[in-house]
């Protein structure tokens, strides 16, 4: 075994045969396919016969189980073979549901691949980390997780978290270093491990180990598979399912036990109906439903690139009150152009030729040499990017001067300082936001020469270009002979600058936001702008999109001057805060919670983590975004644009619909069967539905409608509402008033259908029928209603909105026609045929429910509607 942190960087290079330069990309070819993927072993998933058996795994099932047992010892030879028929399909459905969510939800994960920023035939690209082999060289930056083990060639202020391989999350100190050979791994100096994450600073290294073989793939062969398909919501379903189960278990115990005593009903029968009314009460496909409607959203939010990581955000998204964005990049494009340019006492137009113009070359030259963007401008951050056109009107090479002029050290950018310098022989350059930089300034360029700064002159420049919305760099230098050292500190960056000018850029909103952000005021959610940019050029902007607050923007600085309390009465009226730090975020997240908002927080950097992992939906972003700001978030935008937290919202409201739909729709259901079932043992009526033909209309229909609610399209209407109260129960007063009503309608309507014709003297097998048949058309029917919330179902749009509606109705009549027609059929269930006019009162009876419901609707919307004016 290799001793990589003893060894030199040349030594381990060597050894590896590679160099600082990269690998060829035909040697990285070769290598992947001799190495495989850098990836840990997925958890084995359990063969199909083990998660079979875990289906059988429920209370409800074991009773059945037992059912089927006893059928079986009395001798009710069909009973028990049906009951143990829908035992097994009852399985298998949950199997292939199960199975379609889980894939649903991996096809997600991987969008969400590590990359890594790799040098390959002497170039720097981005490639999924996956695709990394031992000799890659890598480079990090804060934020950035290791995508596998590295020994670092080069370090600046590098910081390393390494909680992922030793559970401690204090950053450590790297560098480039060799280490003792038995240096314990927390020791080894020169090392970055895969799998923990960069804090500060920025390194390459090679790679030195990949997939299984590294530190990480050592403790943990196995990665933890798909995340688990449960959600504060599946809990308290699952729970509600445990204690309906046990308390119908009590009931039926003394329902049937009042049978066998008032109607001597004999035991074998009684004991059937007890088995019938428990399977006729328990919503046995809820959980199931419930989790498919998640994948289903789910995979639906990925394909309007909101991608969900952590499965409860579904439900939070519908309370959202308050979405706080960043600025650059998010709501606007961040595809930057320089606009104009002012150098001493002049503004022009960043393109102007220059004409031997001193004053324009030198603020051109410290631009392309403070700037860490490739020379051919494919790498690098935008604004740099953009930088590096001034170098044409100034007619420079951007290579041969940063040749000539060879970087000696830098202090990197970050969002707390604001500003970030690099060293050239005999001189230091700066570049930042204006105010810093002008801070550390005394003198300014004239010519060939420094003379006194007009600080005034210069605000009032500064005011212009922000007025009008642009972002503002300003450059300076300090001529000083100098041996500077790798890494520079911000003290020794000095305050006797001599300003060379300012450059403002154009960053126009993206397209789709102003529409967005209209549409989240409709939905009740207020927007805030948290941008690390100029007070002036955030207002600009947010003007633009319409969301100013009442309040004027409120600085960073401003910001740390005011106490907790005093934050807590200002954040609700203000809507822009400029010149922000990612700590000032946690701060304002903190103080909008207090005033009880649900809060969906954007953020890229690394110290973005505790804000995004504080706020209530913590939202990264999938192409800028740092891997640490990724791992603390719920939600990534796969485009990085605002305009996606609104149609997540959206859909995520959407979800939490259709599971209140299915649960709207299935109680009632359930509740008419028991009942059903209940008042005949109760009342020692002959039984209008036998336990065999329960136990088909459960499983006909848990298979085919309650399933249609989980494609149901997310309604336009739902960006009308207010948020939803975050402590609201999913069984509102108006859900409960509904599931009792239907319920008691239903079953009276199944009661008058077989009273009805037994009394035409017709035999009980065409009275059930008639019973069984009225309680599915009724379903179907009902279904119609639930599929839209509170809006009409009635309409040619929402009648045809769900193909997958249609389909299923037509699988469940086909199904009902075998029920009633075909012979085996009749004799297993004790069902006979039906002529046109027994289906013609069928549907004569439940078309008033369908009526019923959209005037139940009606009324709520206008009562809905008084209450607004
Ligand atoms: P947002 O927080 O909305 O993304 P932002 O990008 O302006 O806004 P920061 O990245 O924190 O926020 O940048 C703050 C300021 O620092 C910018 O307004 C700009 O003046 C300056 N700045 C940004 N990038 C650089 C850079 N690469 N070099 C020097 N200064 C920079």
New binding site residues.
Partial sequence: MTNWHALSKDEALEKLDSSSEGLEESTAEKRHEEQGPNKLPESARRPWWQRLLAQFHNVLIYVLIAAAILAAALEKWVDAGVIGAVVIINALIGLVQEGKAEKAMEAISQMLALKAKVRRDGRWQEIEAAKLVCGDIVRLRAGDQAPADLRVLKARGLQVDQAALTGESVPVDRSSEAVDEDAALADRKGMVYSGTLVTAGEAEGVVIAIGSDTELGKISTMLEGVEKLTTPLVRQINRFGHILTAALLAFTAAIVGLALVIHDMPPAEGFLAGVALIVAAIPEGLPAIITITLAVGVRRMADRKAIIRLLPAVETLGSVTTICS?????LTRNVLKASRIVIGDEARDADQSVEDNPGVVALAEAAILCN?ADADGEEG?P??KALLALAEPADIDIEQLREDHPRRGALP?S?EQ???ATAHDGRLIV????ETVLERCTAQRSGQDCQDLDSDWWDQELDKLTADGL???ALAEWQEDKDWDDSIEPEEVGDELCLLGLVAFEDPPRDQVPAAIKACHRAGITVK??????AA?ASAIARKLGIKGDEDTLTGPELEKLEDDELIKRVGATNVYA???PEHKLRLVKALQANDAVIAMTG?GANDAPALKRADIGVAMGIKGTEASRQAAEMVLADDNFATIASGIEEGRGIYDNIRKAILFILPTNAAEALVIATAVLAGMTLPITPVQILWVNMATAVTLALALAFEPTEGEVMDRAPRPSDQGLITRFVAVRILWVGLVLTGLTFFVFQWSLSGQSDEALARTMAVNLLVVGEIVYLFNCRRWLSPSLTLEALLANRWAWVLVGVLVLMQAGFTYLPAAQLIFETTALGLGHWLLILALVTPLLVLVELEKWAYRRRQSRAAD
């Fill in positions: 960043d600025k650059t990049g998010t860490d951050d604004i740099e950018f969002s604001k500003f970030m570049k930042g936001a204006p972002r503002v760099l702008m948290i941008t690390g940019d100029h050029t010149r922000t730090s890229d």
